[in-house]
């Protein structure tokens, strides 16, 4: 007597929003319009994602609705705060999760100033943003705050320091780090 194993194998077919391109940003006044009109009706939905996730060709997240998007670009293609993505069912905006930043308010425009800061903030190779007379960079923890203070101890009293939960966006050029 020969004994058989069946295994039935149930498949599940699940229901993923592919994205292949970046229909645009909400900073053009026509998306923008059209978004405010959707989203009044409850039409948007808004995918979070980290500054870290932009940076992926590849990417598989939920909206704030639920929606399970896969996002795979070609040819280098990255998304940015603001984005949107728009399916024939679906507009999304992508918005970037704020994150932890030292905000460095510089007092005295002084050239040597300025390039000791930039030689300290470039040692610990991070991203930086500029903003008139401010130099932001993202942080892992508060605690950084002390170590930075004390790489700038020599000229901390021409410098206004704090940390602040904010969108950060580096600077073009200035979020690479080659050797």
């Known amino acids: 007597m020969y004994f058989t194993k069946i295994y039935f194998q149930q498949q599940i077919e699940l229901s ?13 006044d026509e998306l923008k319009k059209r978004f405010e009109t959707l989203d009044k009706q409850g039409k948007c939905e808004r995918l979070q994602v980290s500054r870290q996730e932009l940076e992926k060709t590849r990417l ?9 998007v896969g996002i795979s670009f070609n040819g280098g293609t990255k998304l940015n705060h603001g984005d949107v993505l728009i399916s024939e069912e679906k507009f999304i905006l992508v918005e970037q999760l704020p994150e932890k930043v030292i905000s460095i308010k510089i007092k005295q425009n002084q050239t040597e100033l300025l390039v000791l800061l ?19 960079f993202p942080i892992q923890a508060d605690s950084e705050l002390g170590l930075f203070k004390n790489l700038f101890a ?3 009293e021409y410098l206004e320091i704090k940390v602040e ?3 950060f966006v580096p600077r073009k050029g200035m979020d690479v780090h080659e050797h």
Do not use: C, W, Y
Not at 60 to 68: H, Q
């Open 165 to 167: 939960e904010r969108v």
């Open 154 to 156: 020599e000229f901390l």
């Open 16 to 28: 993923v929003l592919k994205i292949t391109k970046i229909s645009g940003n909400i900073l053009d």
């Open 118 to 136: 930039g030689h300290i903030i470039g040692n610990r190779h991070r991203p930086i943003a500029i903003d008139r007379q401010t130099i932001m």
């Open 60 to 68: 598989r997240k939920n909206t704030d609705k639920g929606t399970d």
